[in-house]
């Protein structure tokens, strides 16, 4: 999917000049598609750092492999152009530790300067990698800046300390002494694999993000172990989709936000994060996208949006992403202790428009009934106790695990079973 005809925000044409500029974009690739989006984190804020003269090493966790990677570093809410100095990728061997990192470029240079606002993709970067995999991408910093974050790594991702120079050719890892629970500046991975045929984007607020992934039980968490249900999606696409028709999976969610623009009660922390406000640098940009699986609602309902401006955003989006060639997969809105009888009316309207016609009265491709999944028979405003992550929002483990079960591989590859999926 390109961005080509059609209307992008001033921060979009500018991510879309550097995208020309130092990484083909889908729409340059043509018919012969070989690049796809493997993994990706979207930017949120500006992290409560500064970096300087210090080297960063982020472990992103790669849904499908190939024979070469791309990454993207973005500066979207910088005041100020960011400097990556020196950039090495190569495969995870645990913890900070890397095996043979390589040199990534950007238009043939080591360093490059990213604008405000603005995001840059990298060169082509050789590196053999395999599905359910993670890659570390080390950055250094040899002036002072704040990035980017997104704050919901769910995993350690590492810094040396401040004024410590390059570390990015480092295999052993010693020099990363600290660690975030943050990824930094890096939010999108590509791989170079032409016998895949699409990228999935989930795409969402914190039920995507991965919130309760880490929950395996009563004293139990397991951090670092890609557990969202998007991940055991990717694993399931692995394990049971022909080599022909493999897929990849990058997850767009950010905890907190909302698919309406302006709810009443939104925390000036999510303001301009909505879906529309991102659809073009989280899904839009990304490589190979071939469907979006569509799971809001009940940040929106909870910031006291009611169905007309839920459904408008709906509207919009799915508009958006059909002129785009892109299938859209909608749940409707799941559980979600102490809603108002308003907010059920709200949500009944909003599920009714989803469910119609299993194709969102025509709007969208299909739906994915996540809320049946997750709802518990007895209370359905609460998550079935042993799916729960103890906040009656967000599901557990197990619960991730069911979601991604739920969903109907052959819809996802292009060949939809009949009835809802």
């Not at 910093?141 to 300390?161: C, F, I, K, M, Q």
Request: glycine residues 10%.
């Amino acid at each position: 999917m390109g961005l080509s005809g059609k209307t992008i925000t001033l921060a979009a044409a500018a991510a879309l000049a550097l995208t020309t500029l130092f990484g083909s974009s889908t729409a340059a690739e043509g018919a012969a598609q070989t690049w796809f989006t493997s993994w990706a984190e979207s930017q949120q804020d500006l992290a409560g750092v500064t970096l300087n003269h210090q080297s960063l090493r982020m472990i992103t966790h790669l849904s499908q492999g190939g024979d070469a990677i791309r990454v993207r570093v973005q500066n979207t809410f910088g005041t100020a152009p960011l400097t990556v100095d020196q950039a090495t990728a190569g495969i995870s061997a645990g913890a900070s530790a890397v095996t043979a990192p390589a040199p990534v470029t950007f238009g043939g240079s080591p360093s490059v300067t990213v604008p405000a606002g603005g995001e840059v993709w990298s060169d082509d970067t050789p590196l053999a990698t395999s599905p359910d995999r993670d890659v570390a991408i080390s950055l250094y910093v040899a002036g002072t800046a704040v990035p980017g974050e997104h704050s919901s790594a769910l995993r350690d991702n590492y810094l040396t300390p401040s004024g410590s120079g390059s570390h990015v050719a480092d295999a052993d890892g010693a020099a990363y002494t600290q660690k975030t629970g943050a990824t930094y500046l890096v939010s999108a991975v590509d791989v170079h694999n032409p016998r895949l045929t699409g990228t999935i984007v989930p795409f969402g607020s914190s039920v995507v993000d991965g919130t309760g992934s880490t929950n395996c039980g009563p004293g139990c968490t397991e951090t670092g172990t890609n557990r969202r249900w998007a991940d055991d999606l990717a694993r399931r696409i692995v394990a049971s989709l022909p080599a022909t028709g493999q897929l990849a999976v990058a997850n767009a969610g950010i905890g907190g936000t909302t698919s309406a623009a302006n709810c009443p009660g939104m925390p000036e922390g999510v303001k301009g994060l909505d879906a529309l406000s991102r659809l073009d640098r989280d899904v839009l940009a990304l490589h190979g996208v071939t469907a979006v699986i569509y799971y809001y609602g009940t940040n929106d309902l909870a910031d006291s949006c009611t169905s007309a401006p839920i459904l408008d955003s709906y509207h919009q989006v799915f508009q958006r992403l059909r002129d785009a060639g892109i299938k859209v997969y909608v749940t409707p809105i799941t559980p979600r202790p102490g809603y108002s009888d308003q907010n059920n009316r709200d949500r009944h309207t909003v599920g009714l428009f989803v469910k119609q016609g299993n194709n969102c009265s025509g709007t969208c491709t299909a739906t994915i009934d996540f809320d049946q999944v997750l709802a518990d028979p007895i209370s359905p405003n609460r998550i079935d106790p042993s799916y729960d992550n103890g906040d009656g929002i967000h599901a557990n483990i197990a619960g991730q695990q069911a979601l991604a079960d739920f969903v109907a591989l052959p819809m996802l590859a292009g060949n939809p079973a009949p009835g809802r999926h």
